[in-house]
């Protein structure tokens, strides 16, 4: 199983999180698991981990990447509208840039759209295309209808499926 790191960034450039020890899932392409308590850095430096496991869907063509997070109780989601992930082979590194607009869904399946004000203060002030902002929109249309249509990473049996490979991949 190949360890890679991820790293987010917003438009301008600037470096916005990274996270630094995740594990590609043997024949998931894209698949990441990352262990409870494992950092994740903000850029001023500050850290912070998830007390479960999390497994971390991304994709080079969709406008987004999804946290699907493995909590006893059940499946919560936090998805990140962002441009399509990009991989450095050489560095094991996942790279994107990060939209600012999120959605979140609880374990029993509430969902909402948050950060809308943070794109129309990023959009502004880092002067986002038309073309991106378009890309943005469609983006968050896309993740609305999977999350309602339960499909993709939001299919109820992918958390089962990744879960799995990942205990096989480590011999439990």
């Given amino acids: 199983m190949r360890e890679v790191w991820m790293q987010a960034y917003k438009h301008d450039g600037r470096e916005h999180r990274r ?11 894209g698949v ?7 950092p994740v850095v903000e850029a001023d430096g500050s850290e912070w981990s998830s007390p479960f496991p999390v497994i971390y869907w991304v994709h080079p063509e969709k406008w987004f990447n999804v946290a699907v997070l493995c909590r006893e109780e059940g499946t919560a989601y936090y998805c990140n509208v962002a441009s399509p992930v990009e ?29 809308e004000e943070e794109l129309t203060e990023h959009a502004h002030a880092m002067k986002y295309p038309s073309d991106i902002l378009h890309k943005i929109a469609e983006a968050t249309a896309e993740l609305v209808a999977l999350f309602e249509a339960q499909e993709g990473p939001f299919d109820p049996e992918a958390r089962a499926r990744w ?10």
């Fill in 32 to 38: 990441m698991w990352i262990e409870p308590h494992t």
């Fill in 19 to 29: 996270w630094v020890k995740l594990y590609e899932l043997p024949g998931e392409r």
């Fill in 163 to 172: 879960t799995k490979v990942w205990e096989e991949a480590n011999g439990e």
């Fill in 87 to 115: 991989f450095e082979e050489e560095r094991n590194l996942y790279k994107f840039i990060d939209y600012d607009v999120d959605l979140i869904a609880s374990v029993d399946g509430v969902y909402e759209v948050v950060d």
